[in-house]
Protein backbone atom coordinates (compact mmCIF):
# COMPACT_ATOMS: atom_id res chain seq x y z
CA UNK A 1 0.00 0.00 0.00
CA UNK A 2 1.44 3.31 -1.34
CA UNK A 3 1.50 5.53 2.18
CA UNK A 4 3.04 8.70 3.05
CA UNK A 5 3.06 10.09 7.00
CA UNK A 6 3.97 13.53 8.15
CA UNK A 7 5.27 14.12 11.26
CA UNK A 8 7.51 16.69 13.17
CA UNK A 9 5.03 19.78 13.24
CA UNK A 10 4.09 21.89 16.67
CA UNK A 11 4.19 25.33 18.29
CA UNK A 12 7.09 27.65 17.62
CA UNK A 13 8.28 30.78 18.51
CA UNK A 14 9.09 33.28 15.32
CA UNK A 15 12.69 33.27 14.11
CA UNK A 16 12.76 29.62 15.82
CA UNK A 17 13.03 26.18 13.70
CA UNK A 18 11.41 22.55 13.19
CA UNK A 19 12.00 19.93 10.70
CA UNK A 20 9.29 18.01 9.60
CA UNK A 21 9.21 14.00 8.24
CA UNK A 22 7.44 12.33 5.60
CA UNK A 23 7.72 8.64 5.94
CA UNK A 24 7.22 6.47 2.85
CA UNK A 25 6.15 3.20 2.64
CA UNK A 26 4.76 0.79 -0.44
CA UNK A 27 7.43 2.44 -3.09
CA UNK A 28 11.39 3.58 -3.54
CA UNK A 29 12.84 7.28 -3.38
CA UNK A 30 14.72 6.00 -5.84
CA UNK A 31 11.89 6.62 -8.56
CA UNK A 32 9.67 8.99 -6.75
CA UNK A 33 9.90 12.82 -6.15
CA UNK A 34 8.38 14.20 -3.26
CA UNK A 35 6.75 17.41 -2.46
CA UNK A 36 5.42 19.28 0.60
CA UNK A 37 2.87 21.67 0.46
CA UNK A 38 1.30 23.59 2.78
CA UNK A 39 -2.36 25.02 3.58
CA UNK A 40 -1.99 28.47 5.31
CA UNK A 41 -5.16 30.16 6.84
CA UNK A 42 -7.36 32.09 4.23
CA UNK A 43 -5.35 31.05 1.30
CA UNK A 44 -4.73 27.96 -1.14
CA UNK A 45 -2.83 24.73 -0.40
CA UNK A 46 0.28 25.75 -2.02
CA UNK A 47 3.58 23.99 -2.92
CA UNK A 48 6.66 24.68 -0.67
CA UNK A 49 9.38 22.50 -1.51
CA UNK A 50 10.09 19.38 -4.13
CA UNK A 51 12.49 16.83 -4.56
CA UNK A 52 13.24 14.72 -7.30
CA UNK A 53 14.83 11.23 -8.38
CA UNK A 54 17.99 13.01 -9.32
CA UNK A 55 17.87 14.80 -6.30
CA UNK A 56 17.28 18.21 -8.16
CA UNK A 57 15.27 20.52 -5.91
CA UNK A 58 12.13 22.98 -7.08
CA UNK A 59 11.32 25.86 -4.86
CA UNK A 60 7.65 26.55 -5.39
CA UNK A 61 7.34 29.37 -3.02
CA UNK A 62 9.89 32.09 -3.10
CA UNK A 63 8.71 33.35 0.70
CA UNK A 64 10.85 30.07 1.85
CA UNK A 65 14.03 30.57 0.13
CA UNK A 66 17.12 30.95 2.13
CA UNK A 67 14.81 29.45 5.39
CA UNK A 68 13.44 25.85 4.16
CA UNK A 69 15.05 22.90 3.05
CA UNK A 70 14.55 19.40 1.85
CA UNK A 71 16.41 16.37 2.04
CA UNK A 72 16.25 12.71 1.57
CA UNK A 73 17.40 9.58 3.75
CA UNK A 74 17.23 6.60 1.36
CA UNK A 75 18.06 4.06 4.20
CA UNK A 76 15.23 5.17 6.16
CA UNK A 77 12.79 6.04 2.96
CA UNK A 78 12.04 9.54 4.62
CA UNK A 79 11.93 13.13 3.39
CA UNK A 80 12.79 15.84 5.66
CA UNK A 81 11.42 19.77 5.11
CA UNK A 82 14.05 21.81 7.53
CA UNK A 83 12.51 25.23 8.86
CA UNK A 84 14.75 27.86 10.13
CA UNK A 85 14.02 31.37 10.98
CA UNK A 86 9.91 30.48 10.62
CA UNK A 87 7.10 33.32 10.04
CA UNK A 88 3.59 33.25 11.76
CA UNK A 89 2.80 34.02 7.87
CA UNK A 90 4.40 30.08 7.65
CA UNK A 91 1.45 28.47 9.56
CA UNK A 92 -0.70 26.02 8.54
CA UNK A 93 -0.71 22.40 8.01
CA UNK A 94 1.52 20.97 5.75
CA UNK A 95 1.40 17.76 3.38
CA UNK A 96 4.08 16.07 1.67
CA UNK A 97 3.38 14.27 -1.41
CA UNK A 98 4.51 11.45 -3.72
CA UNK A 99 4.96 11.74 -7.69
CA UNK A 100 5.86 8.14 -8.98
CA UNK A 101 7.35 9.47 -12.22
CA UNK A 102 9.93 10.99 -10.54
CA UNK A 103 9.31 14.55 -11.54
CA UNK A 104 8.65 17.75 -9.46
CA UNK A 105 5.74 18.48 -11.44
CA UNK A 106 3.53 22.05 -10.88
CA UNK A 107 -0.31 20.50 -11.38
CA UNK A 108 -0.86 19.06 -7.68
CA UNK A 109 -2.72 16.35 -8.99
CA UNK A 110 0.12 14.45 -10.25
CA UNK A 111 0.73 14.04 -6.41
CA UNK A 112 -0.62 11.03 -4.92
CA UNK A 113 -0.54 9.63 -2.51
CA UNK A 114 -0.93 12.57 0.05
CA UNK A 115 -0.83 12.35 3.40
CA UNK A 116 -2.89 14.28 6.67
CA UNK A 117 -0.89 16.68 7.21
CA UNK A 118 1.10 17.94 10.46
CA UNK A 119 0.50 21.09 11.72
CA UNK A 120 2.89 23.85 12.02
CA UNK A 121 2.00 27.26 14.21
CA UNK A 122 4.40 30.00 14.41
CA UNK A 123 3.65 32.47 17.66
CA UNK A 124 5.03 34.73 20.26
Known amino acids: QLQVVESGGGLVHPGGSLRLSCAISGFSLDYTAIGWFRQTPGKEREGVLCINNSDKITTYTDSVKGRFLISRDFARNMVYLHMDNLKPEDTGLYYC?????????????????WGQGTQVTVSS
Open 97 to 113: AAVSFGSCTSDQGDFHP
